[in-house]
């Protein structure tokens, strides 16, 4: 497995040697919107370490309704609970309310709202929507590029519907969760441009943390990761998110891996 | 003497079946492009327009050329409509417009192809051959650019991007050549 991780970074590597695409974040998603009228499809792939080897994986569907809304909708299939089976899924949506730009630089700010359903139980306070917990998050998300740096920030709060009949005894009860991250992204190359088809590369480093304002309970994770862009189309994510600091008991992407395919059609909607 | 006046801008602006394109070419430069991504989205966007021929990208300078077909009128509104569908603004529009003894009135006031153009430093002149001329209207510049240029001009006809052509309300683009 470290062997195929390392061959990957390695491939990702010598296939970039141009780039410029550096809010396109990899565990979080940036203020800035899709192009109207644009349709994009996602894999993801996530490993999670802990206790035991685990796998998710998370076809997405993204739309732009218009330049300022968008909304993505995913499924969620693991092999968490036994065998492999879809195990919930997702609405996301987000509404980009400020736009200021500047030559080769600018300024987003969007509120998001995701609804999430799940079918696994729940053991732990921590509330994950991508998989792990029926529930509602509501929040807002800023993002700055200033040439080839890209840094955004992401307040949101999230609530647990998981029912009763979910929970095991015994066992912690999620209830609701303040989760903020800060992400930078850099564009290593292309230094020059000469046109699309010329692939992009970019490392990305976040900081995400998770507080139950109740108990008090925190986490905080980062979360190195690598992308390349290609013919301005494709999109390939490899990231890697670890805890650094606090934790909350039972949480199930402590020690996680990360990998996704984006596909991206502008302009196909009438 | 008004009248008379109305009567020859009318006879401009609906007067005369010979269509010649006169508008050839655009170069547009995008504000808030930050990736080549981005940079597709907004060419794919643009080149939706039917009026557009080609479009050609210079990615360093987040700058789009754009050819306009021959005997298609060209909707300068729909360019910037385009670029913000993408997500971005236009920074700077300059267009290449083929002008054919054209009457540039006392006011700034002339018609190319239907459309009505108002220059800011040209006035009672005939405009002949290719001339580069820039766009000034709001969500053609920056915003600062926009209000400082509305202070500049003191115009309601500028602030709205409308006036009042031969007792019609009329889009008016305000141009510097």
């Known amino acids: ?270 | 003497m008004k009248t008379i006046r109305f009567f020859i801008l009318f006879t401009i602006l609906f007067g005369g079946n010979t269509f010649a394109q006169q508008l050839s070419k655009a170069e547009v430069q995008v504000n808030g492009l930050t990736c080549s991504m981005c940079s597709r989205a907004t060419e794919t966007s643009l080149k939706s327009l039917d009026f557009i021929d080609a479009v050609t990208p210079d990615l360093n300078r987040n700058v789009f050329i754009l050819t306009f077909k021959t005997g298609q009128l060209v909707d300068i509104d729909q360019i910037k409509d385009k670029v913000t569908d993408a997500g971005f603004s236009i920074g700077e529009l300059s267009a290449t417009i083929n002008f054919d003894q054209t009457k540039v009135n006392e006011t700034g006031l002339a018609v190319v192809d239907g459309t009505v153009f108002k220059f800011i430093n040209a006035k009672n002149q005939v405009l002949n051959g290719a001339v580069t001329a820039k766009v000034l209207d709001k969500d053609f510049i920056s915003s600062s650019a926009f209000k400082k240029k509305a202070a500049e001009l003191k115009s309601d006809t500028y602030l709205n991007g409308r006036g009042n052509v031969g007792g019609k309300d009329t889009r008016i683009f305000h141009l510097s050549i």
């Open chain 1, 1 to 270: 497995m470290r062997f195929f991780l390392f061959a990957a970074v390695v491939f990702l590597l010598g296939l970039s040697r141009h780039g410029k695409a550096q809010e396109l974040y990899v565990f979080t998603e940036p203020a800035s919107n899709m192009a109207a009228k644009s349709l994009g499809v996602r894999l993801t792939n996530e490993g999670i370490f802990s206790g035991g080897k685990m796998n998710r994986t998370i076809p997405e569907f993204m739309v732009s309704l218009n330049k300022n809304l968008m909304a993505h909708v995913q499924g969620f299939f693991s092999d968490m609970d036994g065998k492999y089976r879809l195990e919930g899924g997702s609405l996301y949506g987000k509404y980009r309310f400020l736009s200021v730009d500047g030559n080769q630089k600018h300024l987003r700010a969007a509120v998001f709202g995701r609804l999430s359903t799940s079918k696994r139980p729940v053991y732990s306070e921590d509330i994950n929507l991508e998989g792990d917990n029926s529930g509602a998050q509501g929040g807002i998300v800023v993002t700055q590029l200033l040439h080839k740096l890209a840094l955004s920030a992401t307040v949101g709060y999230s609530k647990a519907f998981d029912t009763d009949d979910h929970r095991v005894a015994g066992m912690p009860v999620p209830n609701h969760l303040l989760n903020y991250s800060l992400s930078s992204g850099y564009l290593l190359l292309p230094v020059v441009y000469k046109n699309y088809n010329q692939p992009n590369f970019n490392v990305y480093f976040e900081v995400l943390g998770k507080t139950n304002p109740e108990t008090g309970r925190s986490y905080l994770d980062l979360a190195p990761a690598l992308q390349v862009i290609l013919n301005s189309r494709t999109r390939i994510d490899l990231g890697y998110r670890f805890q650094v600091a606090g934790d909350i008991d039972g949480r199930y992407n402590k020690n996680m891996y990360l990998l996704r395919a984006e596909f991206n059609f502008f302009n196909v909607l009438k």
